[in-house]
């Protein structure tokens, strides 16, 4: 793996934790520095030369695996995407970064709908099943992809079918109990999800830097009650958020939190109470 960087090197402190994240060891780096030309502009260029291996000493096929490694470290470098333990899936599920930017939003809802798993043991059991991860991947697609025509076409159905069988099939070689809980819970996120801007391009005709997902919060697995009749989350690097609807007509406000971990509980509190009111 070779590195570029403007001026001088990248530390090593800030180069081994994200590689270690993206499930790669890194065993040992070669430094050079390029000069440039007298007729050049521009300063020197520091290269580092890594040699790397996956965790599990598993064989990568960099023809494929590389373009898609290469922009998850890009995104990475650039601020737009968690360093985390999901980003073993970019080698281990072959997913891309936006694919594990996904299935990253959806674990930061659950534990803000109060599964009783950290993000580290989801992180770890969405790694230890690869297939779960690729399968909720393309079951995401398969139900909310705009690209595939009517929620309702026989092409569409026919494919979610074929998702969820392979999923279903799977479960089988779930060794724990706890691992079989988190599993089951990030396919009812899933599938409860109504709508979704992840497909949705800006005014500059890129992708949006946020995500949105809404969700039938009557339908999914071990909600806390109150249950609202919908809920958004929206996901991003720099925050994140939630909107909790309790009928088709309701009144709505913005509010800061400062309680991390648990702000839909804050928010939850806020929505029962406007009920009681409501119900005046």
């Not at 309790?246 to 800061?256: E, K, N, P």
């Amino acid at each position: 793996m070779r590195l570029f960087h403007p001026g001088e090197p990248i530390a090593l402190s800030d180069i081994l934790p994200p590689l270690e994240k993206l499930g790669l060891r890194v065993l040992s780096e070669v430094p050079f520095m390029l000069g440039a030309a007298a007729d050049e502009a521009g300063g020197a260029v520091s290269l580092q030369v890594l040699s790397v291996e996956t965790v599990d000493k598993s064989a990568v096929a960099l023809d494929v695996a590389g373009p898609r490694f290469a922009e998850t470290l890009d995104r990475l470098w650039a601020g737009k995407l968690e360093s985390d333990g999901f980003n073993r899936l970019v080698l281990g599920a072959g997913l891309d970064w936006r694919e594990v930017a996904i299935l990253r939003a959806y674990a930061k809802y659950l534990r803000q709908a109060g599964i009783a798993f950290s993000q580290d043991y989801m992180e770890a059991t969405l790694a230890a099943y690869p297939s779960f991860a690729r399968g909720f991947a393309d079951l995401f697609v398969a139900r909310l992809d705009p690209a595939l025509g009517e929620a309702r076409g026989a092409d569409r159905l026919a494919r979610i079918a074929a998702v969820e069988t392979t999923i279903s099939t799977a479960f089988d070689a779930v060794a724990t109990l706890d691992e079989d809980r988190i599993l089951r819970r990030f396919l009812s996120a899933i599938r409860c999800t109504l709508r979704t801007n992840v497909w949705q391009a800006g005014s500059d005709g890129t992708l949006k830097d946020w995500m949105s997902f809404k969700i039938d919060s009557r339908a999914i697995d071990e909600l806390p009650t109150p249950r609202p009749l919908v809920e958004i989350f929206v996901y991003s690097p720099r925050m994140e958020g939630i909107h909790l609807r309790g009928g088709r007509v309701a009144r709505g406000g913005i509010r800061w939190s400062d309680r991390r971990e648990d702000f839909r509980t804050e928010i939850l509190g806020l929505m029962k109470a406007q009920n009681v009111k409501n119900t005046v």
